[in-house]
């Protein structure tokens, strides 16, 4: 950045011609999707639902839901809906030009078992979502598709395409099982195509407890099973320990973390303090930001550093932004993606003072594990 | 230069959670009444510029003590900004997560029936 000339700069953020949230949300309630049902067997049927959350979606929750969110948090709550005024008003207070809307209770879609209410339901919400855009341009939408029927699927986006206020295709992935690449899917991501509208992943926050596993057994090869297992084990396994107050409750204990690189850091930890200050009656045993214990108590090794060789610099600043003091070097030999010291070593040299390189390198474990 | 000014009458913040929101000198201020006594405190959340107190239901958060059971903590001082759920202490503008984070409060004075605070 500092090459920059002045005139090159963007100093405010006033002298942006236009801001788009490609992610905005509306918060639809049961009652009044259902009303969009076009089909009355259907329809009925939802009517009758005594529990749209277990008996129509199945969203479990290990917990009731943190509610304090923006605009009272009552996405899910049934007297709480947001209205096309609530989000103009949005775009109003925060000085957003455009907005691509998707559904909130439907980020779930893949979470009605029943695969006739799954696929009325996506079109009730298309219908909704029209009316909801009507003469206003700000907003756009993106198609919801329900996975589990795919040819149908395939023909909403082909009967939704043409409107202008659709401007992608949503593949939700709570619930998704089997996972968004397999070939079953093959006529959405089609029609998709054929249609020129993006594919849209967008992920939910429910799921994980119920669905995540028995998602993700549909993977189709060893290797795309390796590429996300390392990295969402520590990601859940971290979160699990932090938020069950395990560090808090042993202050000496050091937590060394193995096989998954350290790009995931910076990010979980970001993440984590967030929620931290967003929800604090769900996590009471901790008594301060996620981040501080990560930085006394946690270490993460290096190996696999990945594919780097775009910018061998990108490392380095990955392992600044995830607390030097809190990486160790490792090899993992002898697996086939073992990282020799040089390869660490050569990315790291140039950015960090020796220190902290010897600590990387080696005298961080050397403490961490009681070396002599 | 700090100066006093009118921000309610005793009759608007009669009951406890009772709370007004009045712009002083250029700055947003919520006074709430809290067990009969009066706090003021900025209504701006110093996390993203949120309306802390727009919301303004007075609650508590959740805590754990020694045994690990929980705990309900600082019930009708605690304040929860509507945008992203942070929540401080009134009296005291801390947060009730993270002691670095700390929101504004001012110093309020009655008289004659009228509540003034100090900025």
């Keep these: 950045m500092s090459d920059l000339e002045p005139e090159d700069r ?50 479990v929750h290990p917990s009731p839901r943190n509610r304090d969110m923006y605009g009272g948090g009552g996405a899910y709550g049934e007297s709480f809906t947001y209205s096309p005024d609530n989000k103009v008003q949005e775009l109003e207070d925060f ?28 079109h009730a919400y298309n219908s909704y979502i029209l009316d909801f855009l009507d003469d206003r341009d700000r907003f756009k939408a993106n198609i919801l598709t329900a996975p589990k029927i795919p040819d149908r699927a395939a023909e909403e986006i082909d009967d939704r395409a043409d409107e202008d206020a659709f401007v992608g295709v949503a593949m939700y992935l709570g619930g998704l099982s089997p996972p968004a690449g397999d070939r079953r899917y093959e006529p959405i991501v089609e029609a998709a195509a054929d249609n020129g509208l993006p594919l849209v992943f967008h992920s939910a926050g429910a799921g994980l407890n119920q ?49 998954a690189g350290i790009g995931y850091v910076p990010y979980m930890t970001w993440r984590l303090d967030d929620h931290y200050l967003e929800a604090p009656d769900q996590v009471p045993g901790l008594r301060r930001l996620p981040s501080s214990y990560i930085e006394d108590q946690f270490y993460f090794t290096t190996q696999p550093l990945g594919h780097t060789a775009n910018d061998p610099n990108h490392i380095a600043r990955a ?40 600590g990387i390198m080696g005298e961080t474990a050397v403490d961490i594990f009681g070396l002599t | 230069m700090t100066k006093y000014h009118k921000i309610a ?57 020694q045994d ?14 509507p945008w992203h759920g942070w929540k401080f202490d009134v009296p005291t503008g801390t947060n009730v997560n993270d002691q670095r984070y700390r929101v504004p409060t001012y110093d309020v004075a009655v008289e004659d029936g009228e509540v003034f605070i100090e900025r």
């Design chain 1, 319 to 358: 392992i600044e932004m995830a607390g030097p003091g809190s990486i160790m070097y490792s090899a993992d030999l002898p697996h086939a993606d073992f990282d020799p010291p040089r390869e660490l070593f050569d990315r790291i040299n140039s950015h960090f003072d020796s220190d902290t390189v010897r």
């Design chain 1, 95 to 122: 000085d957003i030009d455009y907005s691509v809307l998707n559904s909130t209770r439907n980020l779930n879609i893949s979470s009605v078992n029943n695969d006739r209410l799954a696929s009325a339901l996506a």
């Design chain 1, 10 to 59: 963007i100093n405010s953020i006033e002298q942006l011609d236009v801001v788009v949230d490609t992610d905005g949300h509306v918060a639809e309630s049961y009652e009044e999707l259902v009303k969009y049902v076009e089909n009355s067997a259907v329809r009925k049927q939802l009517e009758r639902s005594e529990s749209p959350l277990s008996d129509v979606y199945t969203t």
């Design chain 2, 9 to 65: 009458t005793t009759s608007e913040l009669s009951t406890h959670g009772d709370h007004v929101i009045q712009e002083v000198r250029g700055q947003e201020i919520a006074v709430f009444n809290i067990d009969g006594e009066y706090h003021a405190i900025a209504n701006y959340c110093i996390h993203q510029a949120g309306p802390l107190c727009e919301r303004g239901e007075l609650t508590g958060y959740v805590g754990e003590d």
């Design chain 2, 68 to 81: 690990g059971e929980w705990t309900w903590e600082n019930e009708g001082q605690t304040v929860t900004c």
């Design chain 1, 211 to 259: 669905a995540f596993p028995r998602a993700y057994s549909g993977a189709q090869t060893y290797i795309e099973e390796h590429a996300i297992s390392h990295p969402f084990q520590h990601m859940a396994s971290l979160t699990s320990l932090l938020f069950n107050g395990v560090p808090e409750k042993h202050p000496s204990l050091d937590f060394v973390f193995l096989e």
